[in-house]
């Protein structure tokens, strides 16, 4: 599975952006489609999740900015990102757990990432 992210940029503090998604086709089941981010010098952290149920999960530190929501049936989701702050920039790369229903196992997969500063 191939995941493509869209979206980044620079903006304000204050400011918004909204990041996508697209996972390629695949015979098997995307269980669980995410947001992860990797500022410069520290680990990658998640961001939020999304199953395909509709459950989301946050960062305490973006819950109340940001929202992620998504259409599994056509293997996108999005991040819309609000008052952005300058600690808000990284790289922001999109995840994806897909059930092989011929191996009965999780495989995870990453994007190759999209760079969000927020500075003024």
């Known amino acids: 599975v191939q995941l493509v992210e869209a979206g980044g940029g620079l903006v304000q503090p204050g400011g918004s952006l909204r990041l996508s998604c697209t996972a390629s086709e695949t015979r098997n089941s995307i269980n669980t489609m995410g947001w992860y981010r990797q500022a410069p010098g520290k680990r990658r952290e998640l961001v939020a999740t999304?199953?395909?149920?509709?459950?989301?999960n946050y960062a305490d530190s973006v819950k109340g900015r940001f929202t992620a929501f998504g259409d599994f049936a056509k293997r996108v989701v999005w991040l819309q990102m609000n008052s952005l702050k300058p600690e808000d920039t990284a790289v922001y790369y999109c995840n994806a757990v897909v059930y092989s229903l011929a191996f009965g196992v999780d495989y995870e997969y990453w994007g190759r990432g999209t760079q969000v500063t927020v500075s003024s």
């Open positions: 999304l199953t395909a149920q509709g459950t989301t």
